[in-house]
């Protein structure tokens, strides 16, 4: 038998190109730490007049020599071995492989009470050296301020990637693009990690150069317009999943435009819809429907862009759900396939209701049902949006006018019906979202046009001004019988 290993230039050089993006590659660094027991972790980037340094440093457990050399091992501990409940990691890589997606140059120091430790990966060393694994010991060229700060620390590790090209032959960012790369990444932790900073895992804290980031909760847990599901728990070969789906509020609900986009997230409304898979609460997977949705798989669509489902799976689950090295793709197993479909349809459903009443779906009793200006015909009528004919101020026209005027009122409304742009709606929507509802002042004037034309065909005010609150829009501002009856008296 013949031993055969491979060339680490050539190994290593295949690895960078595994698909990390930058946010991506800092985010396995951070898995490393947390999986330490640190409490807090700190980026720091350089620009150093076009030639990047980044150091991340922790306050966790460290490594001894021996914890550290395996650590730099490439495969160290594979997929197979059994992790702690803390552990993030997965294929013995992520360490090795994130770095080097960003940098030619991998040196990591770490301290325990034993001592401190470090090895550098170079990649234009190993490649010197005719492909063999050289790795260099020792600290020399790092970063004298970076290692006097790990010496303040009982322990913790730090990691320096220096030769940093982000992974491209040629294409290297700007200084602004560099910069707006830090920003993408800054959200992107905020996201991955948001449980673990806003603590309802074990409570972590990150800084990107001196800036604490702040979590991002995919499913505004707070407001008091989101919907939540019932807690799913689905028994699988590798595990408990547990699922809970969440129907986020309408753009009519939140406080101030910033709010709303804040809450759609890096992408967008549309992009975040779907599911959240998380790994011992580590966000793996941020968006899409897992491939679910029968023979024609479910797309991110506009009516479902409320919907957004929480799952959580234990790392003893990963090859059930065939993590990729980067921990950035999931795809769930048969056996909890048919239970999370059954929970998407439902809080798809749920997401669409919310979208097309903007915010005010819910049961009613009949006299507080809304009047609304538009029926929606089943798929087999040619004509699928209908104005309704009882609707209170249709009817009341109607009173108003003569034959001729009446039989022109319905030729209108049917014109109306065959010409609805569905199409460009379509667009519109699709491109630029919805547009969000006019303010209650607006519309608060707007009903009181209403109110004036219905007290002069004889209806009082004070029957007006609650009709009117049935109707949609109006029935969605506060009190506005109140508001109508007092701009009537001033």
């Known amino acids: ?30 898995d ?62 992520g360490l090795k492989t994130a770095s080097f997606s960003q940098c030619r140059s991998l040196s990591v120091v770490s301290k325990t009470a034993e001592g401190t430790f470090a090895f550098t990966w170079d990649l234009d060393q190993v490649e010197a050296a005719g492909g063999a694994w050289s790795l260099i010991d020792g600290a020399d060229g790092l970063p004298s301020d970076s290692l006097d700060a790990l010496a303040t620390r009982p322990s913790g590790t730090l990691v320096v990637w220096r030769k940093v090209d982000f992974g491209r032959a040629s294409d290297f960012p700007s200084h602004a693009a560099f910069l707006s790369d830090l920003e993408r990444s ?42 939540r599901s019932p807690e799913l728990r689905v028994r699988t070969p590798g595990g408990l999943v547990r699922a809970r789906g969440f129907v986020l509020p309408h753009r009519d609900q939140f406080r101030s435009e910033q709010e709303y986009e ?21 966000l793996l997977s941020a968006g899409g429907w897992l491939g679910l949705g029968g023979s024609r798989a479910w797309t991110r669509e506009e009516p479902s862009r409320l919907a957004r489902i929480a799952v959580d799976i234990p790392n003893t689950a990963d090859q059930d759900w065939r993590i990729d090295i980067r921990k950035a793709i999931a795809r769930p197993p048969d056996t909890a396939r048919r239970a999370l479909l059954k929970i998407a349809e439902d809080i798809r459903s749920k997401a669409r209701e919310v979208f097309i009443h903007r915010g005010n779906h819910g049961p009613r009793s009949p006299k507080e049902e809304v009047a609304r200006m ?13 104005i309704r004919r009882d609707h209170d101020l249709v009817a009341l026209l109607n009173e108003q006018l003569d034959d001729t005027g009446r039989g022109l009122l319905g030729a209108l409304l049917d014109q109306i019906e065959r010409t609805v742009p569905v199409e460009r709606v379509w667009f519109d929507v699709h491109d630029q979202g919805v547009p969000a509802r006019a303010g209650s002042d607006n519309l608060v004037d707007a009903a009181m046009s209403i109110a004036r034309m219905m007290v002069k065909t004889g209806i009082p005010i004070d029957e007006a001004a609650s009709r009117i609150h049935r109707m949609d829009p109006f029935d969605t501002i506060e009190n506005l019988p109140e508001k109508l009856l007092q701009a009537w008296g001033s």
């Open 1 to 30: 038998m013949r031993q055969l290993p491979p060339s680490a230039s050539a190994l290593i050089g295949s690895l960078r190109g595994v698909g990390y993006s930058l946010e991506t590659a800092l985010a396995d660094i951070v």
């Open 32 to 93: 490393n730490s947390i999986a330490a027991g640190a409490q807090r972790i700190d980026m720091r980037w350089d620009w150093v007049d076009g030639n990047p340094v980044a150091e991340i440093s922790d306050d966790g457990c460290g490594m001894s020599e021996e914890a550290l050399l395996e650590a730099m091992r490439f495969g160290g501990m594979g997929p197979q071995v059994v992790r702690s409940e803390t552990d993030l990691g997965r294929f013995g890589l």
């Open 186 to 227: 800054e959200r992107h932790l905020g996201m991955i990690f948001h449980r673990f900073l806003r603590g309802d895992a074990r409570r972590i804290s990150i800084f990107l150069n001196g800036r604490e980031i702040s979590p991002w909760d995919p499913f505004m847990e707070n407001h008091p317009a989101t919907n």
């Open 262 to 282: 804040a809450a759609g997230g890096i992408g967008g409304w549309t992009v975040h819809q779907g599911f959240y898979v998380y790994r011992q609460k580590r």
């Open 374 to 386: 538009w029926d929606v015909a089943g798929p087999d009528d040619s004509r699928r949006y209908k």
